[in-house]
């Protein structure tokens, strides 16, 4: 199936990619940073930006070889039908396990941090509204939706420079404390937190002006390194290099540090701020997994499709009612697998062009 109608922008675009690689793990990135490799190892992140930015434009280069196809078309062209099927309906499954673990996650924190006395099952159908019909609206109201909250996403860290009074610059002197050796063990790490970047080759045909896609892909990237850099140094200047290994989401536990003479818990409204910011990260990979879904099975994304799906979700919530700990486990599973896809997605697609190439060659000839 050709996709005729783009309906994203280039500035959507951009969002999108840096709303779907900035969600929970930049909760705890700063302290898992700081437990594998010092506070030096905020120099990994720009490492891990690099190698994102270059994995993203080599999915610009392999969609243009076909641009208008939707996401089943697409690895249909490279892979053959049976072997591109069962590629997407893998991704399919990785991308809906994505987003019901940052969702649960969500809820999680909501139930840490506000609403201790409030059940899982409550929260998860009060977050399961909005997100149905944002999924119900599709890539364009989703994109819409990232542009919206993009500005609170800019005050939510414009909000963490006022816990700067605070800071010790000493923490992070000097800056290279033990080697390159350290920095260069956390990049990994580092490279997990921008995992998303595999949505590229599903936003992609929606985008209006293609031709500008990979400085899309730049911005998008660049956009997520600064964050998560500003983050982890505000983290790292703010507790001292024992103390930032022995906090497990800093970025939470940093709010409490803002105030106002004429504001209290502050730190409850930051917070939820910080929810909407960590939204569209799992809208937006609920909906890629509907969307490949959809087209490798050739039904339509209807209501019920999606009623069915959060019913299925709601029951698996209370057969395994989630913890910080299974979660934990859950997400170390989604991070392997992510970075299979990510790294493993391109080569498998540029050895089948080369070889579909080859024999196109050997036919003409």
């Given at each position: 199936m050709i996709i005729t109608k783009s309906k994203i922008t280039q500035f959507q675009f951009v969002l999108m990619i840096f709303g779907i690689q900035v969600g929970?793990?930049?909760?705890?990135?700063?302290?898992?940073?700081?437990?594998?490799?010092?506070?030096?190892?905020?120099i990994a992140i720009l490492f891990g930006g690099i190698i994102s930015t270059v994995i993203s434009i080599i999915f610009v280069k392999l969609r243009e070889k076909a641009p208008n196809l939707n996401y089943i078309g697409f690895f249909t062209f490279y892979l053959g039908?049976?072997?591109?099927?069962?590629v997407v309906l893998l991704q399919a499954i990785y991308f809906l396990y994505a987003g019901y673990l940052v969702l649960v996650r969500?809820?999680?924190?909501?139930?840490?941090?506000?609403?201790?006395?409030?059940?899982?099952?409550?929260?998860?159908l009060l977050f399961l509204f909005p997100t149905y019909q944002l999924i119900r609206g599709g890539v364009h109201l989703i994109a819409k939706y990232i542009e919206a909250i993009f500005p609170i996403a800019v005050f939510t860290l414009f909000m963490l420079l006022f816990t700067l009074k605070d800071a010790d610059l000493n923490f992070i002197l000097p800056i290279v404390k033990n080697g390159w050796m350290p920095i260069f063990k956390t990049i990994p790490l580092t490279t997990t937190s921008f995992l998303g970047i595999e949505l590229t080759l599903v936003f992609y045909p929606y985008l209006k002006s293609k031709e500008k896609a990979i400085k899309g892909v730049i911005i998008g990237n660049a956009?997520?390194?600064?964050?998560?850099?500003?983050?982890?140094?505000?983290?790292?200047?703010?507790?001292?290099?024992?103390?930032?290994?022995?906090?497990?989401?800093?970025?939470?536990d940093i709010l409490s540090v803002v105030e106002f003479q004429y504001v209290e818990r502050l730190d409850f409204i930051l917070f939820s701020l910080f929810l909407m910011i960590i939204s569209k990260t799992w809208v937006t990979y609920i909906w890629a997994s509907m969307n490949g879904l959809s087209e490798l099975f050739k039904f339509r994304l209807s209501p019920i499709i999606i009623i069915i799906l959060f019913i299925i979700i709601t029951i698996l919530t209370f057969i395994q009612v989630p913890t910080f700990t299974n979660t934990a486990n859950h997400l170390h599973i989604v991070m392997i697998s992510g970075l299979s896809i990510t790294i493993g997605i391109p080569i498998l697609l540029l050895v089948s062009g080369l070889i579909k190439n080859r024999l196109s060659k050997v036919k003409i000839n």
């Open positions: 929970i793990g930049m909760l705890s990135l700063p302290s898992e940073l700081a437990l594998k490799g010092g506070t030096s190892s905020w039908k049976i072997f591109g099927s069962i969500a809820i999680l924190y909501t139930q840490g941090y506000v609403l201790q006395e409030t059940k899982s099952s409550i929260l998860l956009l997520t390194t600064f964050t998560y850099v500003f983050v982890t140094m505000i983290c790292f200047v703010i507790y001292s290099p024992y103390e930032i290994k022995k906090i497990y989401e800093p970025v939470i």
